[in-house]
């Protein structure tokens, strides 16, 4: 859609009502639909008499018209998708699935099912607008020629927790089989507004507790992170045994209600995050598979962003209802696919559910993994301070004199006070660190045996006003971390998280999310903190000079692009729990005076490791 259309949109009342009716409108004037019969639908058609709305109604077909748009109807689908507020897609996880992939996994879901169409019992279990519901009904039509109107009353079914999602649900339905012929009075349709973390489709609906669950399920589950979740749904989703390890994402425990609501045989397809393969949080749901045994394929774009609108990283996935010893994976691009998919069979016997599923090169994983002593038995790798409200904490001087930095023009604190700080993701740019040094105030105080503590308010006050001064001015911020729990905190003035306040001799700075070739730094000032990226701490310089090498390597960046979490433009995840079982060979004196030799260039340090790892 053209950009002045979603303009247009997000200035518009945001109402619902008005909105579907303006939506509605705008489609039937521009299709020339007559709608004669539907009450629904004739409910919601603007007219000359509803001065102010019908004002709005040409403003917007003409904007609709000058953009040069057809305003076809799975852009209807895309606009009542888009006006959901963003508030409601945060914490419900509501987001439009372009046609290409709805019709994808619908013809593979219907592919695979062997039964009788007529009779099919189709379900979308977060149906959002309904888009899939609307994929689905048209293929049945197009297999056996039903009406809609016996279509959406015996085949389909679909439920939100939104119910003005239902509500659209059930327009666009309507208006689907009005623009093809069936003008009927109205419609019966099986959609319920209610959540399904909660919902028993079994008890509440006679046809699906007959029918022994769904034979087809598909959809897009809410895309929710566990921090912007609400306490109702985090309390719900303890119910499912999928969610019972780490901070699962809400997509999670929609694969084990989906699965569960599949009578035998019954197929599941789902486009939904690809975090699940090798993710902490992912633990739970890789064990149901694995003791479920359950049938999976799964199609990974990796790297490729399917959404516009969420930067995620998806999968989509195909369960079905019957016993596997194995699930098949393929890593593919978009564009590809409608190709002949030619799966890998991964043992669920030979996958790691705890530290995740090595997918891609497994064999040389697993090989290096072997080898020396694991990374993170070697080192402690530690993620950077975490003031939880930089913008108060961490600063560019605008000026120093006299003892004191200046924030700005007019806002100054004692140097004495502050430490030096830099941003080791900013080393994806650059390794030289002097350019990216700035400046952290620091309540914090070390005792004889160099045990990080808070400074006292009251020193705080004496020694340093200008930084009491300034910290009091932005208490009520800082009681904002937290989403609110900064208030409670022992210390209102310390920072939200004590992580990486310990000093070492040394530490090797490293962005977190990186790109093969990426920058690193070893950092021989104690008091230099970092923030956002990562660093390994030592206090043995030549254990880190290595370290150094080895992220220099061919074998150290094939092992994390390989169990790694992707990111656009080739960057991967450098977080402690994808390094940390990497091999490090026990390199003889002789080896590491090779290694350490300034002039050694990076093909010839290939060479070397390749041969240490027996890596041809």
């Given at each position: 859609m053209n950009q002045s259309i979603y303009n247009y949109l997000k200035n518009y009342d945001n109402d619902v009502s008005s909105i579907n009716r303006l939506l509605v409108s705008a489609f039937i004037h521009i299709k020339k639909i007559k709608v004669e019969n539907n009450i629904n639908i004739k409910n919601l058609i603007i007219n000359e008499n509803q001065q102010n709305e019908f004002k709005n109604f040409k403003e917007f077909i003409h904007i609709i018209e000058i953009t040069g748009k057809r305003f076809c109807f799975e852009e209807l689908v895309e606009l009542f998708e888009f006006v959901i507020s963003p508030s409601d897609k945060l914490v419900n996880g509501a987001v439009y699935t372009p046609d290409d992939i709805r019709e994808f996994?619908?013809?593979?879901?219907?592919?695979?099912?062997v039964g009788n169409i007529n009779t099919i019992k189709i379900a979308d279990i977060s149906c959002g607008c309904g888009g899939f519901l609307i994929n689905t009904s048209l293929k049945i039509k197009s297999l056996t020629n039903k009406s809609f109107k016996n279509i959406f009353e015996e085949n389909i079914f679909g439920i939100d927790i939104q119910e003005y999602s239902i509500e659209r649900t059930e327009i666009l339905l309507t208006l689907l089989a009005i623009k093809n012929g069936e003008d009927e009075k109205e419609f019966k349709f099986n959609l319920y507004s209610n959540d399904s973390l909660k919902y028993n489709w079994k008890e509440k609906n006679k046809t699906i507790g007959k029918n022994g669950g769904f034979d087809l399920i598909v959809g897009n589950p809410p895309y929710v992170c566990s921090r912007n979740m609400d306490y109702k749904t985090k309390e719900a989703m303890k119910a499912w045994t999928t969610c019972s390890t780490g901070h699962p994402d809400l997509y999670i425990p929609f694969f084990q209600i989906g699965y569960e609501l599949l009578r035998k045989d019954g197929i599941l397809g789902y486009i939904t995050v690809n975090t699940f393969i090798k993710s902490l949080n992912g633990r739970a749901i890789r064990q149901y598979f694995s003791d479920q045994k359950v049938y999976l394929e799964i199609i990974d774009f990796e790297d490729e962003q399917?959404?516009?609108?969420?930067?995620?990283?998806?999968?989509?996935?195909?369960?079905q209802n019957k016993t596997s010893e194995k699930l098949y994976y393929l890593p593919l691009k978009r564009k590809k696919l409608n190709n002949k998919l030619r799966y890998k069979e991964h043992k669920y016997n030979k996958l790691d559910n705890e530290k995740g599923w090595y997918l891609q090169n497994r064999k040389l994983i697993l090989q290096m993994e072997a080898i020396g002593i694991k990374l993170g038995d070697i080192y402690t790798t530690r993620s950077g301070v975490a003031t939880l409200k930089n913008s108060i904490y961490i600063f560019k001087p605008v000026n120093t004199k006299n003892g004191f930095y200046y924030i700005d023009n007019d806002t100054k604190v004692e140097e004495g006070i502050c430490r030096d700080i830099v941003n080791s993701n900013m080393l994806v740019k650059t390794n030289k660190i002097d350019n990216l040094i700035e400046k952290l105030i620091f309540p914090y105080e070390y005792d004889e045996e160099n045990k990080v503590r808070v400074m006292d308010i009251e020193k705080i006050e004496k020694d340093y006003p200008y930084a009491y001064d300034y910290l009091v001015?932005?208490?009520?911020?800082?009681?904002?971390?937290?989403?609110?729990?900064?208030?409670?905190?022992?210390?209102?003035?310390?920072?939200?998280?004590?992580?990486?306040?310990?000093?070492?001799?040394?530490?090797?700075?490293?962005?977190?999310?990186?790109?093969?070739?990426?920058?690193?730094?070893?950092?021989?000032?104690?008091?230099?903190y970092f923030y956002n990226g990562m660093a390994v701490m030592s206090d043995e310089l030549e254990k880190l000079q290595i370290l150094e090498?080895?992220?220099?390597?061919?074998?150290?960046?094939?092992?994390?692009?390989s169990i790694s979490k992707h990111y656009a433009s080739g960057y991967y995840s450098l977080g402690r729990n994808y390094i940390k079982n990497f091999g490090v060979f026990q390199f003889s004196t002789e080896d590491k005076k090779y290694l350490l030799n300034k002039n050694l260039n990076v093909d010839d340090l290939n060479i070397f490791i390749n041969n240490k790892y027996c890596i041809k």
């Open positions: 996994i619908t013809n593979e879901t219907f592919k695979r099912y399917i959404f516009n609108s969420r930067m995620t990283y998806t999968s989509i996935c195909f369960l001015k932005n208490k009520d911020i800082l009681a904002t971390r937290d989403k609110g729990k900064g208030k409670d905190y022992e210390y209102w003035y310390a920072f939200g998280r004590n992580q990486s306040l310990e000093r070492t001799n040394h530490k090797l700075l490293f962005p977190q999310l990186a790109k093969k070739g990426f920058q690193s730094y070893i950092c021989s000032n104690k008091n230099l090498k080895l992220f220099l390597t061919d074998i150290f960046w094939k092992y994390v692009s």
